[in-house]
């Protein structure tokens, strides 16, 4: 599964996109620092918003294989300047989030994302999964398993093996 790295302004729904991802239950969280997960990296909003933060998002950058900008689509105006994505090493997609919010506008969003110079974007939401899917498939490569998926498997092996030790005490 290819690494991606979630990066946009607070509130613009990375670390909900994160946990919609793997399955988790949408619970508000603030990233305070950088959390580097199996495939997922998720970024502060400040990292993207604050000038001398900006080279960090360089750096962990250079962990991912994808660089995911994030726009919700109830911002009043886009974080990224024009062509940014060209000075990027990596594979950049856009992500419009929030698509289901009645105040949204879901295709300024993309037509800032393209601007940025990302080609190829994705519409989700996390709270009613729209999209979801499509990004996961976009992240797979051939034969891949999700990380998560195979934790909670080898949970559950795990599991029924204690039970059926206790069977033969």
Known sequence: MRKIIFIGRSEAGKTTLTQALKGETITYQKTQYVNNYDVIIDTPGEYAETKTLGGALAVYSYEADVVGLLLSSIEPFSLYPPNVCSICNREVVGIVTKIEHPMGSPKQAAQW????????????????????????????????????????????????KKGSLKGNV
């Open 113 to 160: 994302l393209r601007l940025a110079g990302c080609e190829k974007i994705f519409f989700v939401s996390a709270y009613t999964g729209e999209g979801i899917a499509e990004l996961l498939e976009y992240l797979k490569e051939e034969g891949d398993v999700l990380p998560w998926e195979e934790a909670k498997e080898q949970d559950e092996r795990l599991w029924q």
